[in-house]
């Protein structure tokens, strides 16, 4: 009865079959494809998973290389390093959770004296700029506070102290704007060939001489290995030690004395500047430096607070972070009649025994151009031109000199020739290249000034009017005649005066300015001279220079000189040229000197410049002799002291 039933029962449909047969083969797949993966894992792979396992109980610690020292050509430090202990976060170690990481930054910011706050700011704006770097909060932590971390490291996930090297400066300001400073490495800057080598949180030069040496200057740090538990506490010994090898120091051309004597020379005027002292042979600089100056070890900091950076470039503060040796940039009155000369004499417009009648103004056209203090000198040639400064008789080459097209005459030839208008080539950069007016270059802007397109290029005119004073012409005959006494549109920096005062005190080798002299490995041993060569010789006929520097001698050490009441008596005979420049309506005068000294064997160059010091032998002039004084190590005992009522001076 019941086989007859089950004998009747329907047959299982094909399609169900089917549906058990795919099922059925999918978990086979599946489950050779676990088996298969399980032997891959626990067989073919086992070794390298086990040291990967390994791996993870073992934690690598760089260990930061000192920097090399920066010293002067005596080997007197400018620049050393000092350890600090630095409280840092790492955000990789932190934990996930949010609520996690708030109770972090709780605890870290009661034992360090912050505010949770602060401490979230210091994320985000170092991670903004590094942001696999650890995050620096404090430098030079107590070392209670670094025991209290390390007992209770579970606490503090992510938190360490880390002993650091820090840039220190045994002379403060001294020379800040020609070192520069060093700064963490950015993710913009790992993608530079040149920090290819280099890992988040590595610090490099960012300016001056750490930024130009910094690759030799920079040591390859060393790793230390060691065991640590799930919460990265080290639980053993070291595993492994690579020591760290520390840079090379950097010798320089700066002669300590000779920097602080310029430095003092200027900041004590109490108005902005900037001067230079040059070997005129080799373009060593003993001494370059702008005022006001600030204090390098600002940059130390883990992190420079906007409002402090602020303060370094604020224009009413005297922006002391501008460097005015080689970036400011101003007319430099008759100091630049040692180009015209050079250029009316190359050119054939003058004779260096020519009499030019200066009757105290010169008129072209409408216009009159008067010597200072409307003073005539009579007919005079260009030794006694350039010994009183005669305006009216450089007003006379700069008329012939000029020509009304293109690059312009003689005369911006021979300024391009002695490094106007581009920059020195210094060695440590951050140079300005200036301006040498030209036909061209007016006639641009005048045309660019007619029918300017959009706001934007309104806005750039009418910058253009308000530096250039005016573009409602073209080139004439007058920018030339101005442009012969330093004055109109011309704009450069001491170090250009210097170069160009240099090509005349060495025969015409134009100098590549330098502040780097040798860099010595950690035992002290030469391992690379910096002697770079000059980038370019003129063409100066003996007698040219002969009579030009026989008048700047004469400027400063004959009785009717410009700088007579500076320089009269001096032990060491100089060849001087004051300099006083108009700088636009209701601005005071620009003050400038230049010396060569000695004046019958140059060795050296000093360019100083003072904004709004008025004449030239007002202040410029007194402050290159302090210089001077330093450079020549002059017994100041020994100099006669003369009577400012000795010589009556006009520039």
């Known amino acids: 009865m019941y086989l007859d039933r089950d004998w009747r029962r329907p047959p299982v449909p094909a399609q169900f079959s089917l549906r058990v047969a795919i099922l059925g083969g999918v978990g086979l797949v599946v489950f050779a494809v676990i088996f298969l993966r399980l032997w891959y894992l626990g067989v073919l792979s086992g070794d390298r998973y086990l040291a990967e396992a390994q791996n993870n109980q073992v934690r690598e610690f760089t260990v930061q290389a000192p920097r090399g020292e920066v010293l002067d050509r005596d080997g007197k430090p400018l620049v ?5 202990l630095e409280l840092q976060i790492k955000q990789t170690d932190l934990p996930a ?4 990481r708030r109770r972090v930054f709780e605890r870290l910011a009661e034992v360090a004296g912050m505010k949770t706050s602060e401490i979230r700011t210091e994320i985000r704006k170092q991670t903004r700029a590094a942001p696999s770097s650890p995050v620096a909060l404090r430098r030079d932590v107590p070392y209670q506070l670094v025991y209290y971390l390390r007992e209770n490291q579970a606490r503090f996930p992510g938190v360490s102290v880390e002993r650091i090297y820090v840039r220190r400066y045994p002379r403060e300001a001294l020379a800040a704007h020609l070192l520069g400073y060093v700064g963490e490495v950015t993710e913009e800057d790992l993608g530079d060939p040149r920090y290819s080598s280099l890992d988040p949180g590595d610090h490099v030069g960012k300016a001056g001489v750490e930024y130009t ?3 030799l200057l920079r040591g390859v740090n060393g790793a230390t290995r060691v065991k640590v538990d799930a919460a990265g506490t080290p639980t053993g010994g070291r595993l492994s030690v690579r020591e760290p090898s520390a840079g090379n120091d950097l010798r320089l051309t700066i002669d300590s004395g000779v920097q602080a004597a310029g430095e003092s020379a200027i900041a004590g005027l109490g108005l902005p500047g900037g001067f230079v002292a040059m070997n005129v042979n080799s373009g060593e600089l003993l001494g370059l430096g702008s005022s006001p100056s600030f204090d390098p070890a600002v940059f130390a900091k883990p992190s420079l607070p906007q409002s402090e950076y602020q ?17 400011g940039l101003y007319p430099t009155g008759s100091t630049f009649k040692l180009v015209t000369a050079l250029a009316a004499l190359a050119s054939g417009n003058l004779e260096t025994d020519e009499v030019i009648n200066d009757d105290g103004l010169y008129r072209l056209g409408t216009i009159e151009f008067r010597n200072a203090g409307d003073v005539a000198h009579g007919p005079i040639a260009l030794r006694r031109a350039l010994q009183v400064s005669s305006d009216v008789f450089f007003y006379t080459l700069g008329d012939r000199m000029n020509l009304d097209e293109g690059d312009g005459g003689p005369l911006q030839e021979w300024a391009r020739k002695l490094g106007f208008g581009e920059p020195t080539g210094l060695d440590v950069g951050g140079e300005l290249e200036g301006l040498l007016p030209t036909p061209e270059w007016r006639q641009e802007l005048y045309e660019r000034s007619q029918e300017p397109e959009s706001p934007e290029g309104r806005a750039v005119v009418a910058a253009d009017f308000y530096e250039y004073g005016g573009l409602d012409r073209p080139w004439s005959v007058g920018d030339n005649v101005n442009l012969s006494v330093g004055q109109g549109d011309l704009q450069a920096n001491p170090l250009q005066l210097a170069v160009a005062y240099a090509t005349l ?33 003129v063409e100066i006929e003996p007698q040219w220079r002969t009579t030009i520097m026989q008048g700047l001698r004469d400027a400063a050490m004959a009785p009717s000189g410009t700088s007579y009441n500076v320089f009269g008596g001096y032990p060491v005979e100089i060849a001087g040229k004051t300099g006083t420049a108009e700088r636009g309506v209701g601005r005071a005068d620009q003050s400038w000197y230049v010396a060569v000294a000695p004046y019958d064997d140059p060795k050296y160059v000093v360019a100083v410049t003072i904004e709004g010091g008025g004449f030239g032998a007002d202040a410029a002039a007194p402050a290159t002799r302090e210089i001077l004084t330093e450079l020549l190590r002059v017994n100041e005992e020994k100099i006669d002291q003369v009577s400012s009522s000795s010589a009556e001076v006009f520039e």
């Open 97 to 100: 959770s949010p609520e996690a």
């Open 80 to 84: 050393t390093n000092r350890t600090a």
């Open 311 to 327: 303060a370094l470039i604020d224009e009413d503060l005297g922006a002391p972070l501008t460097n005015r040796a080689t970036q």
């Open 213 to 215: 040496y910094d690759s």
């Open 505 to 537: 005190a060495n025969g015409g080798s134009v100098v590549r300015p330098h502040v780097g002299m040798q860099v010595e490995d950690p035992a002290g041993q030469v391992i690379q001279a910096i002697e770079p060569e000059p980038r370019r010789e």
